[in-house]
Nanobody
């Protein structure tokens, strides 16, 4: 069992930056792959980035990221961070982190555990 809590969202101007954090409580955090997704009202939840469990070198990003975001993990602190740079108004969404013991996927149903989300709003 793993519990996830996101933080770090907020209101930022276009071109600005934010760092989102996903804090996990539970055992063996390093064994979990972590994914970040986002969702706007009326649209499906979409993949943003993921990072594989410890020992595996994989951190894919969605095409729309275009090098603007960076995902990292600190297993000693049970956290995964998502740095958002060069933000655009279209990045406005609720951002969710998710975890699973499998290889990181890009679909919501690839993940078992979910946080409650953190709102990111980018003004133009």
């Amino acid at each position: 069992q793993l519990q996830l809590v996101e933080s770090g969202g907020g209101l930022v101007q276009a071109g600005g930056s934010l760092t989102l954090s996903c804090a996990a409580s539970g055992r063996d955090f390093g064994a979990y792959s972590i994914g970040w997704f986002r969702q706007v009202p009326g649209k499906a939840r979409e993949f943003v980035a993921s990072i594989a469990y410890s020992g595996a070198n994989s951190s894919p990003y969605a095409d729309f990221v275009e090098g603007r975001f960076a995902i990292s993990r600190d297993n000693d602190k049970n956290t995964v961070s998502l740095r958002l740079n060069s933000l655009k108004p279209e990045d406005t969404a609720v951002y969710y982190c998710a975890a699973d013991l499998r290889w990181p996927g890009t679909r919501p149903h690839d993940y078992t555990y979910w946080g409650q989300g953190t709102q990111v709003t980018v003004s133009s």
